[in-house]
Structures are given as C-alpha cells and as structure tokens.
C-alpha cells in the first residue's frame, strides 16, 4: 500500500520569505511525486512530478521541490513567498504497478502567505 | 478549449434519492478518475477508466457506479444516496503514461440530507 503524510495542516509565511511544505511517502518500489494545488473554489491544478533522475524538480509559479530518497521526502519550496500563493497545497504519490498510475494523496497544507 | 467541466456545481439530495454526475473532456484523454475530497481526508479515487468501455474501482467504490459510453464523458452515479456522501466530487482526466499529470474539473459539491 502506498500513503503519503503532510505533517502541517496550515503553513504561514510572511510574504517575500522562503516558504517549504512538507510531505513524506510510502511506497513500494520507486515512487512517482507529485505536488498539486488548489484554489478556492476549483479543481486542483499540477505543479509539478519526480519521476528520476536530478532530486531538484522545478515546476510552475516558480515552485520546486526536493527529492529525498533516504528521508523519503518530497518537500515543496518557494525562494521567495508571494500573497497569491496561499492555497491548499496536495502532495500525492504513485508508483510502478496499475494500469492508470492511481494516485494517492496526502490530506493537504493550507498555505497563507501574510502581506 | 473547455478541459473538464463537470455537472452540476451543486446539489442536494435527500437520503435514498439518487443522481448521476456529469464529467466531460474536450483533450481527447484516455484516462479519467472519479474523486471525492473530504476535510482533513484530502482526495481519494472512487472509480477510474483507461478508455472507453472500460471501468476500474478505486480507493472507495461502494455505494457509486460509472459508466463511459463516450471517450469524452464519464459518469459517475449514485442509487440510494447516503448522509456519508455528503463531499465535493471532482472529476480528472488525463493522457496515458507512466506518470500523466491529470487535469480536474471544477468540482461538485454534493450534501446529502
């Protein structure tokens, strides 16, 4: 079975500091990461995947995040926070195996960024 | 270019009533994915597709069918509504692959009365 944790329901940050969401996994075998996020109101919205290779993986809004394969970690960060980054942000794993890669999801960061 | 749109945006129904949800794609994607999300719980798949014809169960299946007739559209139903399915509904679809980023509908805001 595969599971992921995010440890922080809520991450504040003040706007223009670094800001990191945590979330750790499970999984057999090599995990496939992901980070989505969701605004109010709609429908999740992709950041960015691991899928191998480089541990840094960059993605959209000028997100990364960090693969940790013996930490089994795949922490979200930003360099530098803005106001219109705070929303509910998913961390989600998968791994080799099924045939429609089935997503698992972590229960969610509320991030708000403070002007 | 719409992505996913899903159908209704809000419903309530009493215990025992039942109701079909709409979910449609104009991307041509293979895969589509039903899920619910619950506070605290994040998102969890209720059933999935890898084509047309073709249903799988996911994470929470019980009490929900689906059917896709159409490649563009899956449908998710209920038969005899329940209080614990009270939740908001998205829909996702997505290119086959070893890793697809899914796109997501806006969502269905579901209460159960």
């Known amino acids: 079975a595969q599971s992921v944790a995010q440890p922080e329901d809520q991450v504040n940050v003040a706007e223009g500091n670094p800001l990191t969401v945590k979330c750790t996994y499970s999984?057999?075998?090599?995990?496939?990461l992901f980070w989505y996020v969701q605004y109010p109101n709609r429908g999740l919205q992709f950041l960015l995947k691991?899928?191998?290779?480089?541990?840094l993986v960059k993605g959209s809004y000028g997100f990364e995040a960090e693969f940790n394969k013996s930490q089994t970690s795949f922490h979200l960060k930003k360099p530098s926070a803005l106001v219109s980054d705070s929303a509910l942000y998913f961390c989600?794993?998968?791994?080799?195996?099924?045939?429609?890669?089935?997503?698992?999801f972590g229960s969610g960061t509320q991030l708000t960024v403070l002007p | 270019n719409a992505g996913v749109t899903q159908t209704p945006k809000f419903r309530v129904l009493k215990t025992g009533q039942s109701m079909t949800l709409l979910c449609a794609q104009d991307?041509?994607?293979?895969?589509m994915y039903w899920y619910r999300q619950d506070p605290g719980m994040g998102l969890r798949l209720i059933h999935y597709s890898v084509g047309e014809g073709t249903t799988a169960k996911g994470e929470v299946p019980d009490g929900y069918n689906v059917s896709r007739l159409k490649k563009q559209n899956f449908l998710l139903g209920l038969e005899s509504a329940a209080p614990s399915q009270t939740s908001v509904y998205f829909c996702a679809s997505s290119l086959p692959g070893v890793v697809p980023e899914q796109f997501f509908g806006p969502g269905t805001r579901l209460t159960v009365l």
């Open positions: 999984v057999s075998g090599n995990p496939y």
């Open positions: 989600a794993v998968s791994s080799k195996g099924g045939s429609a890669r089935q997503l698992t």
């Open positions: 691991y899928i191998t290779g480089d541990n």
């Open positions: 991307m041509n994607h293979e895969y």
